[in-house]
């Protein structure tokens, strides 16, 4: 900064009166007040550690997303595995009953081994059937018993009911499609006939 020429009688007096350069010592003033100007305040060094936190926060964030999401799609593949080796082992134990229904059949397609031969079909037939209740039973599916046994609404669906006194009322006197379970979940509730007591008029 230099003084104005007004003021060089003054200046001169304190520069010899102090020995101070009055025009350096302003220079230096001015260039320190411009120095503390560009210095960071104490909030402008809080908010950028904010910012800078902030950013570090978003990526753990991000990379935690991309890790889940990584996490989601294998367990999403490893169940459909599961399913299809499931479902597999099910289609496996199916198979002989194919080969048994194949068997059969070439057997019969001639004309001349269907005569007399009715009781080795039927023979045929049960042998298949157990052989497709065997299959089911390894994948955890049994039939439910129901002629004789006391209706169950959880178990069983009543399609209608038939007097009689020979059997207690409410007992199932005739199966029309059996039910099953799949380990211990109702797959098929049975469709029977429930008997109800005989009303005896006099």
């Given at each position: 900064m230099t003084l104005k020429k007004d003021?060089?009688?003054?200046?001169?007096?304190?520069?010899?009166?102090?020995?101070?350069d009055l025009d350096g010592a302003m220079d230096e003033i001015m260039e320190e007040a411009a120095g503390q100007a560009d210095a960071p305040t104490g909030?402008?060094?809080?908010?950028?550690?904010?910012?800078?936190?902030?950013?570090?926060?978003q990526?753990?964030?991000?990379?935690?997303?991309?890790?889940?999401?990584?996490?989601?799609?294998?367990?999403?593949?490893?169940?459909?595995?599961?399913?299809i080796a499931s479902q597999s082992a099910i289609l496996r134990n199916l198979l002989p009953v194919l080969d048994g229904f194949d068997r059969a059949l070439k057997y019969f397609s001639?004309?001349?081994?269907?005569?007399?031969?009715?009781e080795q079909y039927r023979e045929g037939i049960e042998l298949l059937f157990r052989q497709v209740l065997d299959a089911l039973a390894q994948a955890g599916v049994a039939p439910?018993?129901?002629?004789?046994?006391?209706?169950?609404?959880h178990l069983h669906e009543a399609?209608?009911?038939?007097?009689?006194?020979?059997v207690a009322d409410g007992t199932i006197v005739s199966e029309l499609r059996r039910g099953y379970m799949f380990?211990?979940?109702?797959?098929?509730?049975?469709q029977v006939i429930v008997a109800v007591q005989l009303q005896v008029t006099e």
């Amino acid at each position: 900064m230099t003084l104005k020429k007004d003021d060089d009688e003054t200046a001169w007096e304190i520069e010899e009166a102090t020995g101070i350069d009055l025009d350096g010592a302003m220079d230096e003033i001015m260039e320190e007040a411009a120095g503390q100007a560009d210095a960071p305040t104490g909030l402008e060094v809080d908010l950028a550690a904010a910012k800078a936190e902030a950013a570090e926060w978003q990526d753990r964030f991000m990379r935690k997303a991309a890790e889940f999401e990584n996490y989601r799609k294998r367990m999403d593949r490893e169940k459909a595995e599961l399913r299809i080796a499931s479902q597999s082992a099910i289609l496996r134990n199916l198979l002989p009953v194919l080969d048994g229904f194949d068997r059969a059949l070439k057997y019969f397609s001639g004309a001349e081994r269907v005569a007399g031969s009715v009781e080795q079909y039927r023979e045929g037939i049960e042998l298949l059937f157990r052989q497709v209740l065997d299959a089911l039973a390894q994948a955890g599916v049994a039939p439910i018993e129901a002629e004789g046994k006391p209706f169950d609404p959880h178990l069983h669906e009543a399609l209608s009911r038939e007097e009689t006194s020979e059997v207690a009322d409410g007992t199932i006197v005739s199966e029309l499609r059996r039910g099953y379970m799949f380990n211990e979940t109702l797959l098929r509730p049975s469709q029977v006939i429930v008997a109800v007591q005989l009303q005896v008029t006099e």
